[in-house]
T-cell receptor, first 112, second 113 residues
């Protein structure tokens, strides 16, 4: 039973399109994150939500809009996709501060 | 701002030898230091963590050390095996509900047979 699941695993789309990535966690954790991993493997935080409320927005372009319909879901919608958006996007969930964060398997987004 | 530096970026060791990865952090308020292992095509997975009130922690072949004064922490893997080949990330965070996890740049570890 997967703790943090993301869909889709792969996403290939053209520049200018709008796409969404979904994330669901069954851990009952309050905090969820979106991270972007570039081609050099660097993991950079994008957003953090705590109990459906946006806590951290790391100067991500407003083409990226996270949405948390409930505590178990944090979806990422991206408008007007650009070539530079190509990366692997990871969702993660964490309970109390300073405890383990559980990551999804990632969504590889390729913009052509 | 908050920053975590990690070295080396790549590391190749003979099977059976030890591997050491080192990190430094900038925010003195950081008090939780996890290490993640990422295998190909998968998400990062926690392998060990250490809190600031502890100087060393060991779990079988893996150990972490923390020097709060110098803001250094290290991962030690002994008796390396082929399945240890992966990308390893150090990270730091603070004790806050708004806390983000700041990752190092990663170390690609290869174990030579």
């Amino acid at each position: 039973d997967t703790a943090v699941s993301q869909t889709p695993k792969y996403l290939v789309t053209q520049m200018g399109n709008d796409k969404s990535i979904k994330c669901e966690q069954n851990l009952g954790h309050d905090t969820m994150y979106w991270y972007k991993q570039d081609s050099k493997k660097f993991l950079k935080i994008m957003f953090s939500y705590n109990n459906k409320e946006l806590i951290i927005n790391e100067t991500v372009p407003n083409r990226f809009s996270p949405k948390s319909p409930d505590k178990a879901h944090l979806n990422l919608h991206i408008n007007s996709l650009e070539l530079g958006d190509s990366a692997v996007y990871f969702c993660a969930a964490r309970g109390h501060p300073n405890t383990e964060a559980f990551f999804g398997q990632g969504t590889r987004l390729t913009v052509v | 701002g908050e920053n975590v530096e990690q070295h080396p970026s790549t590391l190749s060791v003979q099977e059976g030898d030890s591997a050491v990865i080192k990190c430094t952090y900038s925010d003195s308020a950081s008090n939780y230091f996890p290490w993640y292992k990422q295998e190909l095509g998968k998400g990062p997975q926690l392998i060990i963590d250490i809190r600031s009130n502890v100087g060393e922690k060991k779990d079988q072949r893996i150990a972490v050390t923390l020097n709060k004064t110098a803001k250094h922490f290290s991962l030690h893997i002994t008796e390396t095996q082929p399945e240890d080949s992966a990308v390893y990330f150090c990270a730091a965070s603070k004790d806050s509900s708004a806390s983000k996890i700041i990752f190092g740049s990663g170390t690609r570890l290869s174990i030579r047979p």
